[in-house]
């Protein structure tokens, strides 16, 4: 693509951060989008990646009215939609079970609870923090292609480990055809590796020790970017403060 090339407004809002492509097509309908100052209304516009794009207060209000919350996800639940009779981890989302220590301001109603989805995933098996949100842009920060926001797991494992296999957890494995990106492995304490991710392949981690002769007993995510599970007790949830960014 060169900037001599139109581009479909709504990809470029992504791009750019500003919002999920399905919210700037809403923004758009509702013409709360202006490219050089004048209002586009019309799905489909294409304009120039060089032109520039800002949104309405309204749209500004309605990304503030978002709610992202951070979950100590338990053993037993799923990141997303109910499957195999395991409940989704969505589900610890109530007034009983947020943490009496949040320091957020803002005031719980149950009807947050729409369109939070998770933005990555923790398998059934793991524990951790899993972020829940209703913010397009927070979601394409974390799970987007190109995002550069690591995450850290604790690993409790059963085995031996070489230094030859903890070259290749660090980096030369390859899982679904497909070589992996350079990650951060090593050991925290006698039998629980640290391990730090740009990616995450569907169980990947687990994967990865396998494939070296390692069997994972415990799984637990303690760090997306630069936010922390901290103290968050298991099954309770917060609010992303505004003053945290990942």
């Keep these: 693509m060169t900037s001599n090339e ?3 407004l709504s990809k470029l809002m992504s791009q750019q951060g500003l ?3 399905r919210e700037a ?3 758009i309908e509702r013409g709360w989008v202006y490219v050089d100052g004048e209002r586009v209304a019309e799905l489909g516009t294409r304009i120039y990646p060089s032109q520039k794009i800002t949104l309405n207060k309204a749209a500004q209000t309605s990304q503030q009215a978002r709610v992202t919350i951070l979950l100590n996800k338990p053993v037993g639940y799923v990141s997303g939609q109910a499957e195999q009779g395991y409940k989704p ?3 610890l989302f109530t007034a009983d079970t947020r943490w009496l220590e949040d320091k957020s301001l803002q005031r719980f109603n149950p009807m947050q609870a729409k369109g939070l989805a998770p933005a990555g995933r923790l398998d059934i098996d793991s524990t951790g923090l899993l972020v829940l949100t209703q913010d397009g842009r927070i979601a394409r920060q974390l ?3 190109d995002s550069p926001i690591d995450k850290e797991y604790l690993v409790r494992v059963q085995g031996k480990l070489g230094e030859r296999s903890m070259s290749l957890l660090n980096h030369g494995l390859s899982l679904d055809g497909e070589a992996l990106k350079p990650a951060k492995v090593s050991w925290q ?3 629980q590796l640290r391990f730090v991710l740009r990616e995450g392949k569907k169980r990947q981690i687990r994967r990865m020790c396998e494939m070296v002769g390692l069997k994972v007993t415990g799984l637990k995510r303690i760090r997306i970017g630069k936010v922390m599970l901290g103290d968050l007790p298991p099954g309770q949830w917060r609010y ?3 003053d945290e960014r990942f």
Excluded: Q, T
């Design 19 to 21: 919002c999920s492509r």
């Design 25 to 27: 097509d809403a923004y």
């Design 240 to 242: 992303l403060r505004e």
């Design 189 to 191: 304490n006698e039998d």
């Design 89 to 91: 981890a969505a589900v």
């Design 143 to 145: 799970i987007g292609e």
């Design 6 to 8: 139109k581009v479909r």
